[in-house]
């Protein structure tokens, strides 16, 4: 059974710090997505990597896949209250099944 | 694009009755479709694999007895939760892969309540 284990599962900041969510997996993913989710809707895509140490970058979000693709992580920088939501990343091991992480549920403090 | 609609969005029902609810993909055709279940403050978590024109596969634990799904279209799948009981009583998201995207696509769920 593949696990997605995401931490922390709570964040509570000020705006304008930084911080780090992390997913990990002893499987190997073909691809892994990290999503936002709003409370009473879909999870909404915020991107997706695909290749081992693969980097993007999405305004003050920077996502990072490991070299063995077990692995991410999310940074913010310089949260702002908008920010504020459950983050989640899922990852997918051969077509479109995808499983999901815990959860890392973000207040930012303004 | 790649939209995945769901309806309806909102459900009360009364225990012991069946609710039926939709997934669609309305720009793609889709031969795999997924269901998810999430409660309040927790996760996703896959309940199964809806597959045009066959049977679905179940994850461990999820009752297909309960959870009839039906995939009879490239574009339609549904999930209906037979004799509801209150402890059904979730947010449900399907979701569609598209042929060439490396993601599925969600849609914006359904909040069951059953009284």
């Known amino acids: 059974t593949q696990l997605l284990e995401q931490s922390p599962q709570f964040l509570s900041i000020q705006e304008g710090e930084n911080l780090t969510v992390y997913c990990n997996s002893s499987s190997v993913f073909s691809s892994l997505q990290w999503y936002r989710q709003e409370p009473g809707e879909g999870p909404v895509l915020l991107v997706t990597v695909v290749t081992g140490g693969e980097v993007k970058k999405l305004k003050r979000l920077t996502f990072q896949f490991g070299d063995a693709r077990k692995d991410s992580s999310l940074h913010i920088t310089a949260a702002q209250p908008g920010d504020t939501g459950l983050y989640l990343c899922a990852g997918a091991s051969g077509g479109f099944k995808t499983i999901f992480g815990a959860g890392t549920r973000l207040f930012v403090k303004a | 694009g790649a939209v995945v609609s769901q309806h309806p969005s909102r459900v009360i029902c009364k225990s012991g009755t069946s609710v039926k609810i939709e997934c669609r993909s309305l720009d793609f055709q889709a031969t795999t479709m997924f269901w998810y279940r999430q409660f309040p403050k927790q996760s996703l978590m896959l309940m199964a694999t809806?597959?045009?024109?066959?049977?679905?596969?179940?994850e461990q634990g999820v009752e297909k007895d309960k959870f009839l799904i039906n995939h009879a279209s490239l574009t339609l799948s549904t999930l209906t939760v037979t004799s509801a009981h209150p402890e059904d009583s979730s947010f449900y998201i399907c979701?569609?892969?598209?042929?060439?995207?490396?993601?599925?696509?969600f849609g914006q769920g359904t909040r069951l309540t059953v009284v």
């Open positions: 809806s597959n045009e024109g066959s049977k679905a596969t179940y």
């Open positions: 979701s569609a892969g598209k042929t060439g995207r490396s993601e599925a696509f």
